[in-house]
């Protein structure tokens, strides 16, 4: 599998030729980019999708939105600068076998137009803006599309860069869904913005983030379910600071709260250092720690896994549902 470094330019000498057995989906979202291309492969045991490529890139699309939700001309130009990369893998694969989808952050932005425009020059399909109940049911598609199948109501949380999504589900059906304008990106730029890690600041962002997830939590806890799991960044960050401490990789309030204090005694996000934490993590590890702090309170919730799939795995099922991914 080649892994491109988001700094890397892609050229045509790096890019394998594919053919009409891969697949590709795009996930443009608030706070990166993302490209998975897959093979399909049939074997005695049935077909399975491989994974032959990713490319990831850091484009904090939402850190461009101003007060009037407008997306900002460099946010744009990052963006397109990002999808031109892309392009180039994109172009050696059938049309019919791409999904390309955008979220929250091109969802909220009133100038939204002008990206979509700009990007029909560029990519060979056009670009699917999601809604917040598509965004939803499609990284329960995923979640459930990478785990063994149960009988036992679930609770699935992914908190994006502008949004964050709850869902119950029980086996392939979800039962409620929600997306909530609240998200790790746009939260930075709203209680971190000087860089300093306060504990003024953490109070203050848990707080808002609650108020937002209170008007939809009754609902959520009469609903119940029997296990939770998370499905982006900010827990896989958590889990991999679990894995480094070689804890048991399961996500706790306590651990939270002591990932917090940890952070402000770093005082400053440039300072953060954590044992396990990637550095491309740490920009918006504050904001993402509050929502998931405020998510656990909320909703009352014990303990939270990790899943392996999310939104990109739930459009692969979208484009190949017969096949498993390996």
């Not at 979220?103 to 990206?115: E, M, P, V, Y």
């Not at 003024?200 to 119940?224: P, R």
């Not at 889990?239 to 940890?262: A, D, G, S, W, Y």
Request: aromatic share 6%; charged share 20%.
């Amino acid at each position: 599998m080649t892994v491109l470094a988001s700094q890397n330019q892609a050229t045509q000498k790096v890019i394998p030729q594919y053919d009409e057995s891969h697949y590709a989906v795009v996930d443009l979202g608030s706070n990166s980019f993302h490209l998975l291309i897959t093979q399909l492969v049939t074997t005695p045991m049935g077909k399975s999708l491989i994974t032959v490529d990713k490319v990831k890139q850091k484009v904090r699309l939402a850190a461009g939105l101003d007060d009037n939700n407008l997306l900002s001309d460099e946010a744009i130009t990052r963006g397109l600068n990002c999808l031109k990369n892309f392009a180039l893998y994109l172009n050696n694969i059938p049309v019919d076998n791409i999904l390309i989808v955008a979220t929250a952050a091109l969802r909220i932005a009133k100038n939204n137009q002008l990206f979509f425009d700009a990007a029909k020059n560029i990519l060979p399909k056009k670009i699917k803006l999601l809604s917040g109940e598509q965004e939803a049911k499609t990284i329960y598609c995923g979640v459930v599309y990478t785990s063994i199948t149960t009988d036992t109501k679930q609770l699935v949380l992914d908190i994006g860069g502008a949004s964050t999504e709850i869902i119950v589900g029980l086996g392939c059906t979800t039962k409620k869904v929600v997306s909530l304008n609240i998200g790790c990106v746009s939260f930075i730029g709203k209680y971190f913005t000087d860089g300093r890690l306060k504990k003024e600041s953490f109070i203050q962002c848990i707080a808002n983030a609650a108020a937002v997830i209170d008007t939809v939590k009754a609902e959520f806890i009469q609903l119940g379910w029997q296990s939770a799991v998370g499905s982006s960044g900010i827990m896989q960050a958590m889990i991999e600071i679990l894995k480094q401490r070689q804890q048991v990789p399961i996500i706790t309030l306590t651990f939270l709260n002591e990932i917090q204090q940890t952070l402000i005694n770093c005082h400053t996000i440039d300072n953060i250092e954590i044992a396990g934490l990637r550095t491309d993590r740490k920009a918006v590890l504050a904001s993402g720690l509050c929502i998931l702090i405020a998510l656990f309170e909320c909703l009352n919730i014990e303990t939270l896994c990790l899943s392996s799939g999310a939104l990109r795995e739930g459009l692969l099922f979208e484009l190949v549902p017969e096949a498993k991914i390996m």
